[in-house]
């Protein structure tokens, strides 16, 4: 199936984030919250860059892989007590993501 126009821009989207986004694994702010804050910091940010190359070539796992690392990373903003107003919009715009990624994982390829 060719990829939806509106898949290949959230993608885009969240490649852009993710560059901009990993270089906080490393800085110190992160860092002064826990020993193995950044591992898993950087563990998010990894699991999000693979769900965008799953989401890329309209994969199923990509979609799944997506909602797994988005509830961790909820988890894990609320456990540092992280609610700024970046939390929050980036809760609503993976919410409004996975709508849009869930109207055509059907249609997605379940191979690898």
């Known amino acids: 199936m060719k990829r939806p126009l509106i898949i290949t821009w959230?993608?885009?989207?969240?490649?852009i984030s993710i560059i901009f986004t990993f270089p906080a694994v490393f800085s110190p702010s992160v860092k002064k919250?826990?020993?193995?804050?950044?591992?898993?910091?950087?563990?998010?940010?990894?699991?999000?860059?693979?769900?965008?190359?799953?989401?890329?070539?309209?994969?199923?796992?990509g979609v799944q892989l997506f909602l797994v690392i988005f509830f961790i990373k909820?988890?894990?903003?609320?456990?540092?007590?992280?609610?700024?107003?970046?939390?929050?919009?980036?809760?609503?715009?993976s919410v409004i993501f996975t709508g849009v990624f869930l109207k055509f994982y059907p249609k997605m390829d379940l191979n690898l």
């Open 10 to 15: 959230i993608c885009i989207i969240g490649f």
């Open 33 to 61: 919250l826990g020993d193995f804050v950044p591992a898993l910091y950087g563990f998010l940010v990894a699991g999000s860059f693979i769900a965008y190359i799953g989401l890329w070539h309209m994969k199923q796992w």
């Open 74 to 93: 909820t988890l894990f903003l609320m456990s540092i007590n992280d609610y700024g107003p970046g939390t929050i919009s980036g809760i609503v715009f």
